[in-house]
């Protein structure tokens, strides 16, 4: 499914946190959302998931405006993962990603074998199969973040938003949800709109990046041509230079931490 968004603005009181901002993405494209803290990445996730009215500008999920789909509809074609989930203590690691089934279950919320396959596989894909009936709050940190990544997985969704996914997360587990993202959108052709922080983790799961300051877009490209920018230490005020260690390898952002070293030695 293709997501696109144009001009979109979203103001909280008197602070624009998103600024006429536009994306287009193809059917299995994977979009990384980079900027500071601050910049508008959580805004603009929530802008095309529905959850927030922008002040101008609209959200498009195939050839449908999703301020025009009632919450179910959308949720068939779209799962949202935010930065900061809630659900109850209590709540097992099983009834979290059967919820995530609820615009595919029936009116009376009977599950059938499709759905089944699909809790089934959302569980195995995240590794959390053997961990199925704790509760979230018997997880730690990072199970319970693989815990809601497979809650959305389990919707089947077309398009996944995820905002900053790999947070929490030791570095093993980082990499296979990047490699997970991957392969949705190559094996399944799930359009993917990820907000990270790992500049170069957004280099090798996307497809193309969009650069946010200050609720604007200050690049949209492939990873490639951002490289060829200076826009990644001008905007997060890092010394740092993109290095390659092969011709065809993706180009690695180097950040220079020497003179950290040098006043604590
Ligand atoms: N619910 C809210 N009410 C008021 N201001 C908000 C709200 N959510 C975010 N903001 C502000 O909007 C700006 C963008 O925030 P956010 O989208 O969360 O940035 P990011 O995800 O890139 O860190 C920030 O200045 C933040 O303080
Ligand atoms: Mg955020």
Redesign the pocket.
């Known amino acids: 499914m293709s997501l696109s968004c144009f001009d979109l603005s979203v103001v909280?009181?008197q602070?624009t946190?998103?600024d006429h901002f536009s994306l287009t993405l193809e059917k299995g494209e994977v979009r990384a959302l980079i900027?500071?803290?601050?910049?508008?990445?959580?805004?603009?996730l929530?802008a095309l998931a529905g959850l927030i009215k922008p002040a101008k500008g609209k959200a498009v999920v195939g050839d449908m405006p999703v301020a025009s789909m009632s919450r179910r509809v959308l949720a068939r074609e779209l799962a949202f993962l935010p930065?900061q989930p809630t659900a109850p203590d209590e709540m097992t690691v099983a009834q979290l990603v059967r919820q995530g089934r609820y615009a595919h279950v029936g009116l009376f919320g009977s599950y059938g074998p499709e759905d089944e396959k699909a809790i089934d596989w959302a569980l195995e894909s995240t590794g959390l199969s053997a961990l199925a009936d704790r509760s979230l709050q018997q997880l730690s940190g990072g199970e319970r973040q693989r815990a809601w990544i497979s809650a959305a997985l389990a919707q089947q969704a077309g398009i996944l938003l995820l905002?900053e996914p790999t947070s929490f997360l030791d570095i093993g587990y980082q990499v296979e949800v990047l490699d997970l993202v991957h392969r949705l959108s190559r094996e399944r052709g799930v359009t993917v709109v990820m907000?990270i922080h790992d500049i170069n983790q957004a280099i090798a799961v996307s497809d193309r990046i969009s650069l946010?300051e200050k609720?604007k877009l200050r690049f949209d490209g492939r990873p490639d041509e951002l490289a060829e920018t200076e826009l990644v230490q001008q905007i997060f005020r890092v010394k740092g230079r993109f290095v390659r260690m092969s011709a065809e390898s993706p180009p690695h952002f180097d950040v220079e931490l020497a003179r950290l070293r040098e006043t604590t030695a």
């Open positions: 909280y009181g602070r946190a998103l900027g500071p803290n601050g910049s508008g990445k959580s805004t603009a929530h930065q905002d907000a946010l609720g």
